[in-house]
């Protein structure tokens, strides 16, 4: 049997409805985000990088840096092991106990990623809580759907943000059954934020446990970055926020924050917490050293916040048509795949602008998109660029009216 021929038949298939993935080499150069060198056809060319999740620039923050680079130093480059075979190190537990403080709870877990940590998390609590549903928003995350669907419990999924669905969907379900409500705060795709409150408020009219990933959240919202649901003094009342470091706080890994209980629990008998080698210490130094001053530092967010207002601002000065939504997340939708490339590949190469086209499976075909993602380092200049690449661009291709 040619096994790559079976391969190469479905890259093909993908590559026929505009759904192969290009990735952009980038070399990301320390002190210059939001700009970065772009490697292609054997050239190197500097490109303003308008689609990372790097959200606050802190992944070239000094102090993020020094905290890596001091740790590696002192401890070398990897863990050692597992965290529960000689992998636990000291700047684990305190990058632990920054995490509980950040959300205000008893306890914290770490994890490789943030999927991972979604994954494991889910996956754990379903399996092991005899008899557990899982009401699942239909926007979740894959690594939410695949931590639920390795779990084998029983899963509801209830409209996207809708409470009066997901009230129905408790109601029709046993009193005593343990329920888990598992959601996002702000969603990474269409940027549109949760209503917490209500949903918190009939998860707890129906005994439920709340699962909210604040992913695309912590760092940027609430007075010390503990995400909306901090925003919104609603912390205390979620069983457990899930969060990553990979984003805003500019580094990599994932967590749990939970009741003591509840963390040990998972720490106890998810396989994707026990059989994985400990994230490097340094790491953990580093995410701690940008978690401890995003707490404190409150100029990141607001200038994070300036910038998404200017490029909105902007693209609504050039008519260009995007996503309404209250977060930082800049969707300006074209639905249609081979467009949205053909959109970002003219960006890229005449206007040194790169922005990844969005398409199937991120987005549900159709609704394919360019995600714009200002931070604080982008400067108006950059902003003011951006628009007049896209303002020409819509008049090149008078793709205005196909996409209203
Ligand atoms: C909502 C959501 N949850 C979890 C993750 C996974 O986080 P990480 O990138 O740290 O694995 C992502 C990644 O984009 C995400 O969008």
């Known amino acids: ?39 292609q056809d054997g050239e190197v060319r500097d490109v303003t990088v308008w689609c990372s999740n790097d959200y606050l620039g802190m992944g070239q923050n000094p102090l993020v840096i020094e905290a890596m680079c001091e740790a590696v130093q002192r401890t070398g480059t990897g863990a050692g092991g597992t965290r529960n075979i000689s992998g636990t190190n000291h ?54 759907i695949e931590g639920i669907r390795h779990s084998r419990a029983q899963k509801v999924i209830w409209n996207h943000n ?43 009219k129906y005994g439920a446990m709340t699962y909210l990933d604040e992913v695309h959240a912590v760092g940027l919202y609430g007075p010390r970055g503990g995400g909306v649901a901090e925003r919104e003094g609603l912390m205390d009342r979620i069983t457990l926020i899930e969060g990553t470091l990979g984003k805003a706080f500019g580094v990599v890994g994932g967590y749990i924050t939970g009741s003591t209980a509840l ?35 409150t100029a990141e ?18 008519g260009i048509p995007h996503l309404a939504n209250a977060s930082h997340i800049v969707p300006v939708m ?40 200002p931070s604080p380092l982008h400067k108006d200049a950059d902003i003011d660029h951006l628009v007049a690449a896209l303002t020409s661009l819509w008049k090149q291709c008078a793709i205005a009216h196909a996409v209203a």
């Open 334 to 373: 074209i639905k249609d795949p081979v467009k949205t490339k053909m959109l970002a590949d003219f960006l890229m190469n005449e206007w040194g602008i790169y922005v990844q086209p969005i398409n199937y499976p991120t987005v549900p075909k159709g609704t394919e998109r360019l995600r714009f993602t």
């Open 263 to 297: 963390c040990d629990f998972i720490r106890s008998f998810a396989s994707g917490f026990i059989f994985t080698t400990a994230l490097p210490p340094a790491v953990a130094a580093a995410a701690r050293a940008s978690i401890m001053h995003l707490k404190q530092s």
């Open 1 to 39: 049997m040619n096994f790559d021929t079976l391969f190469q038949n479905q890259l093909d298939a993908l590559k026929e409805e505009g759904n192969y993935r290009y990735f952009a080499e980038l070399e990301r150069k320390c002190g210059k985000f939001p700009h970065a060198a772009n490697h």
């Open 91 to 144: 700047d684990h537990l305190l990058l632990e106990r920054e995490l509980a403080d950040l959300h205000g709870k008893e306890a914290a877990l770490l994890f490789t990623s943030g999927y991972v940590s979604n994954w494991a998390a889910l996956s754990t609590l379903g399996s092991r809580l005899e008899g557990c549903v899982i009401l699942s928003d239909s926007g979740n995350h894959a690594s939410m």
């Open 162 to 204: 809708d409470v009066a669905d997901l009230e129905a969907k408790l109601a029709a379900l046993p009193a005593n059954a343990p329920k888990i409500v598992a959601f996002e705060s702000v969603y990474s795709m269409d940027g549109d934020i949760a209503p917490i409150r209500e949903i918190v408020e009939v998860a707890e």
């Open 301 to 318: 967010r607001t200038q994070h916040q300036a910038q998404v207002a200017k490029l909105r601002a902007g693209l609504d000065r050039a």
